[in-house]
């Protein structure tokens, strides 16, 4: 049997690179997310020309990229709108393991993680959650699991 990866509620991941085009390493806190099929990262300035696919990854202009390899995919959101996302392919690192994998484009300025890692993402790399395994998050969030 294979062996099984460890991921806790949430994750920090650091960005290697997009689309196989080695990057900066950028990391931010990703949701995972058991509810949700597929992955999305927070991206801005979004657009489609001439087969060329551009966008702000966190909504900074300094995380501008643009290529050729994408796919676009109609996703159906937790209220029953369809509407397109563009994929493209990431390298990440998550507790220092090397992951590939397609995750969507978004706007999710108004949500508290910028990305969230869904149940494809878990099945493929073999990832069980243990809800208990915890990583330090801000005030807010402690202050939240205090109440409870």
């Keep these: 049997m294979e062996e099984k990866v460890i991921f806790g509620t949430f994750e920090e991941v650091t960005f290697t690179d997009v689309s196989g085009e080695k990057i900066s390493e950028v990391k931010t806190i990703a949701k995972i997310d058991t509810g949700a099929f597929s992955g999305v990262v927070h991206a801005e300035n979004i657009f489609e020309k001439d087969g060329i696919l551009g966008f702000d990854l966190f909504g900074d202009e300094k995380l501008h990229f643009e290529t050729r390899d994408f796919r676009f995919r109609n996703v ?61 998050l801000d005030e807010e969030w402690k202050q939240m699991g205090e109440k409870q």
């Design 76 to 136: 159906r959101n937790t209220h029953g709108g369809v509407k397109k996302r563009f994929l493209v392919k990431f390298g990440i690192l998550i507790e220092g393991e090397r992951f590939e994998a397609l995750f969507g484009l978004d706007n999710r300025s108004k949500m508290k993680f910028e990305m969230l890692i869904g149940r494809a993402f878990l099945i493929k790399n073999n990832v069980l959650v243990d809800s208990c395994r915890k990583i330090n």
